[in-house]
């Protein structure tokens, strides 16, 4: 499937599949004995979308075989997507630590921390994402009888339209530090609509705003060479549903140097260190979409630009 700068898409197709395949992950890792995360809405969540391959493989009738590689990756898979969300639950965490009451998750797709993380009272959350999955995701969490552990905000809008006016529609409060997070999605969004979601995240944004997202260096291969990787691990695991395609090629700013420019004070970590963090163990593999990795946190200064 061939992206354009105007497609749509539910939890079923295109890149909606890729969030349902994120969530089975997810789905993985929490049932696993020394799980770093814990997300029981998962599986149920897997199950309401209905592909039927993402649903054998939460089921455990997904066993691939050990010797041809295919055990591996989906080790692999799993161990990613749970480090991954761990970063950000820690990061969200963290920043209600430090005081900040409003978050944002962008492109929240299946995403259920709205309902599974401890939000101290007074916390407000914005979920954003497609009408479609919004959708989908509010009523599926419904009829599982799942109620927000905080005030939940869905905003069902396409972050290439107008998504800052429909975050202030819902109640949004620029003059209140926000935690922002956009996971696993940079790759999805044309390299100017990269730059144009910084843009708006730091316009909406008061001091003391925390930002976490994750970003590939300049040195590997191209968005449409890691697609064809991604679609190709899946695929030898009996994913019959093609997800490649889906990644925007083009040269993209440097999201450091971006954000840095623009006022915000950024730390950096590549993602093979949370892997020791969170006891994972990271793969050798030269060729490995997940080297050059690099997990950003920034904070917004007092004054920007």
């Not at 075989?65 to 990061?91: H, P, W, Y």
């Not at 064809?228 to 083009?250: H, K, M, P, T, V």
């Amino acid at each position: 499937m061939t992206r354009t700068d105007q497609d749509t898409w539910d939890l079923a197709s295109s890149v909606g599949a890729t969030a349902t395949m994120v969530a089975a992950a997810r789905a993985l890792a929490s049932a696993e004995s020394n799980a770093i995360i814990n997300d029981p809405f998962a599986a149920p969540l897997v199950r309401a979308v209905g592909l039927d391959f993402f649903i054998r493989l939460v089921d455990g009738d997904v066993v691939p075989e050990a010797d041809d590689g295919a055990e591996r990756d989906l080790q692999l898979e799993t161990d990613s997507i749970a480090v991954r969300t761990r970063f950000f639950d820690d990061f969200f965490l963290n920043a209600a630590r430090d005081g900040v009451r409003q978050s944002v998750i962008l492109a929240a797709g299946l995403d259920a921390r709205a309902y599974r993380l401890a939000w101290p009272t007074g916390s407000v959350v914005y979920e954003v994402d497609q009408p479609k999955v919004v959708e989908f995701k509010s009523a599926a969490m419904a009829n599982l009888g799942a109620t927000p552990a905080t005030d939940r905000r869905a905003v069902a809008i396409d972050l290439r339209e107008d998504w800052p006016d429909a975050l202030r529609g819902n109640g949004f409060d620029v003059t209140q530090p926000t935690s922002w997070s956009a996971e696993g999605l940079l790759m999805y969004l044309p390299p100017d609509a990269q730059d144009r979601l910084f843009d708006n995240i730091t316009e909406l944004s008061a001091p003391g705003s925390k930002l976490a997202t994750e970003y590939h260096g300049d040195s590997g291969p191209t968005m449409t060479e890691r697609a064809e990787q991604f679609n190709r691990r899946w695929a030898g695991l009996g994913c019959d549903i093609d997800l490649s395609g889906l990644f925007f090629d083009g040269e993209r700013s440097n999201v450091v140097d971006y954000l840095a420019e623009r006022g915000w004070q950024v730390t950096t970590r590549p993602r093979r260190e949370f892997f020791a963090d969170y006891g994972r163990v990271f793969p050798d593999d030269e060729t490995s979409q997940l080297r050059n990795i690099i997990a950003v946190t920034a904070t917004l200064g007092s004054a920007h630009s």
